[in-house]
């Protein structure tokens, strides 16, 4: 993507209590690691954002859907500065039915494929830190439900604390189907 590129991501955020506990140990471990405050998320699609349509496709996926609880697998990690560590999730069909809907109700469908994680923090860490930090933190629940879809615009390429930073959300609905 070309330098100055932004996109639209399509998240699912979860529902009380797991929101709380969410946002409480992103910006703990932010703090901790002088790492960028975000909201909890699961990103279920994106597209370019010179499409228009955000609000649109938010409405068209919207009125069919209802809150999904998804099964947590575990934590883990990547070298991926979006992915530093983060809880996994099982694969869901619902979930797969709606990153599918807003691929078929995009005006020119990515190739995002769909893997439902929740990220926890955004930094460079090294392998053993890592692995420490993910040991440390045990979750509370075996499942998390999510009630709200969000239409969020940013740059194309997440890789430093500014680019996060720059998110901002700009379009929002509640999981009621």
């Known amino acids: 993507m070309k330098t100055g ?5 399509f998240w699912l955020c979860p529902a009380e209590p797991a929101r709380s506990y969410f946002a409480a140990l992103i910006s703990d471990l932010a703090t901790r690691y002088d790492a960028p405050v975000f909201e909890p998320h699961a990103t279920m699609y994106v597209i370019s954002a010179d499409q228009k349509n955000a609000t649109t496709l938010l409405d068209k996926v919207v009125k069919s859907c209802r809150p ?4 947590v697998r575990g934590l883990d990690s990547s070298d991926e500065f979006t992915k530093t560590l983060f809880v996994q999730f099982a694969p869901d069909c ?3 039915r709606l990153s599918e809907e807003l691929r078929r109700a995009s005006a020119s469908p990515s190739d995002y494929q769909l893997n439902p994680h929740l990220s926890l923090i955004y930094n460079a860490m090294d392998a053993e830190t890592k692995r420490r930090l993910a040991a440390s933190i045990t979750l509370p629940f075996t499942d998390v439900i999510f009630d709200s879809l969000k239409a969020v615009i940013s740059p194309a ?5 500014q680019d996060v930073e720059a998110w901002r959300v700009i379009a929002e609905r509640k999981l009621t189907g």
């Open 5 to 9: 590129a932004r996109i639209i991501t």
């Open 68 to 71: 999904y609880r998804l099964e």
């Open 94 to 96: 619902g979930v797969a």
């Open 157 to 161: 390429e997440i890789k430093s604390r």
